[in-house]
């Protein structure tokens, strides 16, 4: 979601966002001089002040995310929660890692225009009557924002497709092509967001998952890149195809007297690329071998059939993970020259510079803050004094826990949101002797599913910045979609867990008790 004080100033609700982030330090100050949670382990009240601290500055965004995000490491040392060296370890790890390498990769993707011929391609071969096109936009940005970023996927998808409106009036007229305009718009942005759900690296809150799951439970199965697939992307998969039959029916079935862009239209586009160069080609062997080295690394098991994993065929196939896959290949395309641009390379760091530091950091306060409740308690203190849940059916609570993200992050960072809520999920779970996996995946799933407000999420921003679009056509439409959203992701993760995370209803596992 937009960031900063710009944000701040032009939003109606910009007065009442100044007075909470200054009288966010004064609640954080009160809890640690006249509270006592556990009068024996003051680290738990000390911790739950610096949690709210940080959680009020992320919603109000007065302080950019980024510095907020750098709290833990002054006041964990300062309020005896953390040593300073322990809590600036958590900001970098394999998880960040991972996250700069698909970035690094994305990023050389986008310098050599790749993903322009891959969007293009894909509406070729889709068709042109509305419908198609429709479900051509859709695909393309759902399919490119696995595997970069939603932000950049919408910014590249919405001028094609403003080009694409701009014909449809030429041959329809701005009337008739009105509505179906506000439909194509929508597309594009909720297909960032379904998109990204589907792979680890896809949008920021599932590798904050990954990192923090494993932070509470080292001894829990590696949540892989492969492992993630195969649970996210039938979720994105059905959002997907639900998206598109409600956008249809609103936007294109009643269409009457359309007159049809042209495949010449598109294919004029995509012939303006030219054929692919040097550069394009590498980098497609370059992402179809990320893609395929993350897929295959570690074994695969479903059921009593096993694919063994390529990192087996080392000494130590344990010392791999998803990060290490993700650097390797970033660093090969620093390696390979151009050929179209003697003297360069695939990859440059003038080009590397765009990488969302920002982003980074965020990650990091969030792993920070994860390891404080950890270190401190305040994860299982949490847990027992929401014990009184354990009487509710599992099935309810994960609804009322995708319900309560995916509304929080209608108005807050979904990555702030996932990282404030996950720990207290961990902790939750332990208390009532629930599989955490059963609450902290739809917790993640439910952060990507922010359909209603421009504010949300930035495709959502992006598209709204068209002008073609008003905030109450996006709420009326988005707001479906949320409930859908929150239903589908609650009901996979309860009733087909087990096929993927051995998550069975009343079974405890031993990785998951928290010392």
């Known amino acids: 979601m937009p960031t900063g004080r710009k944000f701040i100033t032009e939003n109606p609700g910009k007065s009442a966002r100044y007075a909470l982030s200054v009288l966010a330090p004064f609640i954080s100050a009160y809890l640690i001089f006249f509270v006592e949670l556990d009068p024996d382990n003051p680290a738990i009240t000390n911790t739950l002040a610096v949690a709210i601290l940080m959680a009020l500055w992320w919603v109000t965004e007065l302080i950019p995310l980024a510095i907020t995000s750098l709290l833990p490491i002054v006041l964990f040392p300062a309020l005896g929660i953390m040593n300073g060296r322990e809590v600036s370890a958590t900001y970098f790890n394999h998880v960040i890692f991972l996250f700069i390498g698909g970035f690094l990769v994305a990023l050389a993707i986008q310098k050599w225009g790749l993903h322009k011929r891959i969007a293009l391609k894909i509406l070729r071969v889709i068709g042109s009557s509305p419908g198609r096109i429709l479900l051509g936009f859709m695909f393309a940005t759902a399919f490119l924002s696995m595997w970069i970023s939603n932000t950049a996927t919408a910014m590249l998808m919405v001028p094609i497709l403003l080009s694409i409106i701009t014909k449809l009036e030429e041959i329809n007229g701005k009337t008739l092509v009105k509505?179906?305009?506000?439909?194509?718009?929508?597309?594009?942005?909720?297909?960032?967001?379904?998109?990204?759900?589907?792979?680890?690296?896809?949008?920021?809150?599932?590798?904050?998952?990954?990192?923090?799951?494993?932070?509470?439970?080292?001894?829990?199965?590696?949540?892989?890149?492969a492992t993630w697939f195969f649970y996210a992307f039938p979720i994105s998969l059905v959002l997907f195809f639900v998206l598109f039959g409600y956008l249809y029916l609103i936007f294109v079935k009643r269409k009457k007297n359309w007159k049809s862009l042209s495949k010449n239209e598109i294919l004029s586009d995509y012939v303006k690329l030219g054929k692919k160069n040097f550069e394009e080609k590498v980098l497609i062997i370059a992402f179809a071998s990320l893609a395929f080295l993350w897929f295959f690394r570690a074994d695969i098991i479903v059921g009593g059939f096993k694919i063994p994993g390529w990192s087996n065929l080392f000494n130590y196939p344990q010392f791999f993970n998803d990060g290490t896959v993700a650097i390797f290949v970033a660093v090969i395309l620093f390696m390979i020259p151009s050929k179209t641009q003697p003297g360069t390379f695939l990859m440059d760091w003038k080009a590397a510079e765009e990488i969302p530091w920002e982003i980074i950091l965020l990650f990091g306060g969030g792993f920070a803050l994860a390891s404080g409740f950890k270190e401190s308690g305040l994860s299982l203190w949490f847990g027992h004094q929401l014990e009184w849940l354990g009487g509710m059916h599992p099935l309810i609570l994960i609804l009322c826990i995708s319900f309560l993200v995916t509304f929080m992050t209608e108005i807050t960072s979904n990555t702030a949101t996932v990282e404030t809520l996950?720990?207290?999920?961990?902790?939750?779970?332990?208390?009532?002797?629930?599989?955490?996996?059963?609450?902290?995946?739809?917790?993640?799933?439910?952060?990507?599913?922010?359909?209603?407000?421009?504010?949300?999420?930035?495709?959502?921003?992006?598209?709204?910045?068209?002008?073609?679009?008003?905030?109450?056509?996006?709420?009326?439409?988005?707001?479906?979609?949320?409930?859908?959203?929150?239903?589908?992701?609650?009901?996979?993760?309860?009733?087909?867990?087990?096929?993927?995370?051995?998550?069975?209803?009343?079974?405890?596992?031993?990785?998951?008790?928290?010392?």
Request: include cysteine.
């Open 179 to 225: 509505h179906f305009a506000v439909g194509l718009l929508l597309c594009i942005a909720y297909s960032a967001s379904i998109g990204g759900i589907a792979t680890l690296v896809g949008t920021p809150p599932n590798l904050s998952f990954a990192r923090i799951f494993y932070i509470y439970f080292p001894n829990a199965p590696e949540i892989s890149f």
């Open 422 to 515: 996950l720990p207290i999920l961990a902790g939750l779970a332990v208390s009532i002797e629930t599989n955490p996996l059963l609450f902290m995946l739809p917790a993640t799933i439910a952060g990507s599913l922010a359909f209603m407000l421009p504010v949300a999420t930035p495709p959502n921003a992006i598209v709204f910045g068209s002008k073609r679009i008003s905030v109450i056509q996006m709420a009326k439409t988005g707001f479906f979609l949320n409930i859908i959203g929150i239903i589908l992701v609650s009901v996979i993760t309860y009733y087909f867990g087990t096929f993927i995370f051995d998550i069975v209803e009343g079974v405890f596992p031993e990785w998951a008790k928290i010392d």
